[in-house]
């Protein structure tokens, strides 16, 4: 046997032992989502063995810059980002094929290889469309050919780390995606919640309306009837006792009258008149009639405007009763000269919050989330009406109508209304 013919077959018994260990190395490699740096480490080594190279990594590249996911020797902590402009990989990229130098010192043209290292072997990853995502680059500290075997073995891993990176960002999409998918569902049936409440409601209300308006007009009939008599008696001569019970009963019978005025007011649905109302001109303007309401007569009224020009669509009659009702109330919980503070926020794009404030003693939680429940009332000539008729006209507005109360603040009710949407 030759000295040529011996040399073939020591280099055909090496390339056949060194794809054994490739497919024996292949078959232990396992990739399942979740696991992608592990198993990009494992292929990293697995090349740099294989080939019997210093140093191999595996990287990813998108926008003129690449990442490097794994690599067969310790990098250190942190991200390791490089700019693809001037080196091998930029090459590999470019080119979108398997590239091998010999030496890329003596061979700058290549592109630039890290320092102490001489030999480049560069393999695109390559999805299964065909796109190029990233690379598996070899470096040896030594000059030396790679054979066309030796870049067969690096474009099977490079098959398998692109299959798996692609799967990988495949599966993230997939999560990110079921996420938004979740939230837009949770969004959606929250929305669909809301919409029956409404309609639930709005039904409710009108079953309501109609029975309401029958029983106050049975009741007024004769009401008007009973106080049509006692208001004859006051006419003839009584006994200081009879007069004082007489007395007692028109009392009794005019708030008869005024509560079902209220639970027709209630009941029946809110019919708006709507119309562009500047927020800060409406409530200067009301600030006249409200002080000269008997309840505000020794109280101060202090309004805050908002310092730019805000205005919403509104029923400028009924958003009177509502600030009339809210202000009305405040006066009540406090003592005399105390200050009344009416102000105006823009507290989010698209909405104004008008807060009336007063101090006080706060109002105990339980019965805070009571206030605006119909016939609930803490004083005892109440109807109990009253803020429950105010949160219905500010919800037909498409508002918000809240009370908070703590010792440090005092009470605060908030109205939040939408804002006229400005065209440019």
Known sequence: ???????????????WQRERRAIAFLSCLNYRSGELNSYLQSIACGVSELLEVDWSVVTVCQKGFEQVLASSIDMGEGEHVYSLHGLLTGTVIEIGRPLAVEDAVKN?????????????????????????????CSFHRQQREFIKEEIQVAEVFAERAATAIDNYYLYQQQCKFNQVLESEVEKRTAELRTAQAKLVEQERLAAIGEFAAMIVHEIRNPLTTMIMGLNYFKKTILNSAAKERLSLALSEATRLENLLSEILLYAKPQVLQLGELDVNEFIQELQQLIREMPEALSHKIEFIPSPHPVKILGDKDKLKQVFINVVRNACEAVASGDVIIWEVKNSSPGQVC????????????????????PFFSTKSAGTGLGLAITKR????????FSISSDAA????????????????
């Not at 046997?1 to 390339?15: D, E, I, P, R, W």
């Not at 008008?354 to 429940?373: A, D, Y």
């Open 393 to 400: 006209i500010v919800n037909a507005h498409g508002g918000e």
């Open 108 to 136: 700058p043209e290549y592109g630039q290889i890290p320092e102490g290292y001489y030999a480049y072997l560069g393999i695109p990853l390559r999805t299964a469309e065909g796109k190029v995502i990233g690379t598996i």
């Open 1 to 15: 046997m030759s000295k040529a013919s011996g040399k073939t077959s020591l280099l055909q018994k090496q390339l």
């Open 409 to 424: 603040s005092g009470t605060t009710v908030t109205v939040q209304l939408p804002v006229v949407t400005v065209r440019k």
């Open 354 to 373: 008008i807060n009336v404030c007063n101090g006080g003693e706060p109002i105990p939680s339980e019965i805070l989330s009571k206030l605006t429940q």
